[in-house]
Structures are given as C-alpha cells and as structure tokens.
C-alpha cells in the first residue's frame, strides 16, 4: 500500500527544474529553424538586390533580436515555472512567428520596387 502511495506522488510531482528542461527542449530545434529560414530569405533577397536592401549588419540585427527574444522568453519562463505557469508557445507558434517574418521580409522586398526611396530616408 505504501508503495503504491509514494510511487503515485513521484509520477505527479515533478520539480520546476524539469518543467523548463521539458519546455525547452520541446522548443529550441523549431526557433532554431525558424530563425533559419527568416535569415535565408533575406540573404536571398540581399543577392538579388545586389544589397541594395539588407546589408550585412542588418541581417545580424535580426538574428541577435530573434535570439534575444528567445533568451527573454526562457528568463520569463524560468521565474514562470517556479509558480507553475508557463508562457512557451507550442512548436507551431515558432512556425506561425517564422512564416509572418519570410511575410515581412517579402513585403519589404516588394515594398522596395513599389516605393522606391522609402529605404533611403
């Protein structure tokens, strides 16, 4: 009987630690290739604008933003998980972020021909 007891509290209890462990994990590969996919359309872009667009530095303003909003999240969800919430979006929020940015970075690809002095202000 006491088996049974202890062995059930250890299967529903897990400590925050391995919350955020689980949460991250679940998490990292999809930014990682989100984060993939953002930064190659704008290289494409760049190569076929002749950098007239993007330069370098820019593309690597973009990258340390979308790593700084991660480590944020994960910060959050640090002090998050010690409550017992947690604010990680799901696999498919990263996709649903990653394709609105390839969006964003086509409309001002677009944007550039449309209107074009609005890059040079």
Same mark, same amino acid.
């Given at each position: 009987?006491?088996?049974?007891?202890?062995?059930?509290?250890?299967?529903e209890?897990?400590?925050?630690?391995?919350?955020?462990?689980?949460?991250?994990?679940?998490?990292?590969?999809?930014?990682?290739?989100?984060?993939?996919?953002?930064?190659?359309?704008?290289?494409?872009?760049?190569?076929?604008?002749?950098?007239?667009?993007?330069?370098?530095?820019?593309i690597?303003k973009?990258? +340390?933003?979308? !790593?700084? @909003?991660?480590?944020? =999240? /994960?910060?959050?969800?640090?002090?998050?998980?010690?409550?017992?919430? %947690?604010?990680?979006?799901?696999?498919?929020?990263?996709?649903?972020?990653? +394709?609105?940015? !390839?969006? @964003?970075?086509?409309? =001002? /690809?677009?944007?550039?021909?449309?209107?074009?002095?609005?890059?040079? %202000?």
């Amino acid at each position: 009987m006491f088996l049974n007891v202890s062995a059930e509290t250890a299967t529903e209890e897990t400590s925050w630690s391995d919350k955020l462990a689980s949460m991250f994990t679940e998490q990292w590969w999809v930014f990682l290739v989100t984060l993939a996919i953002v930064l190659v359309v704008m290289i494409v872009i760049k190569i076929l604008t002749k950098g007239r667009i993007f330069k370098i530095r820019t593309i690597i303003k973009v990258a +340390i933003n979308c !790593v700084i @909003a991660f480590v944020l =999240l /994960f910060l959050i969800n640090t002090i998050g998980s010690i409550f017992g919430f %947690a604010l990680v979006p799901r696999w498919w929020s990263w996709l649903l972020i990653g +394709i609105f940015g !390839v969006l @964003a970075v086509i409309f =001002l /690809f677009v944007a550039y021909f449309v209107w074009p002095g609005m890059f040079t %202000a």
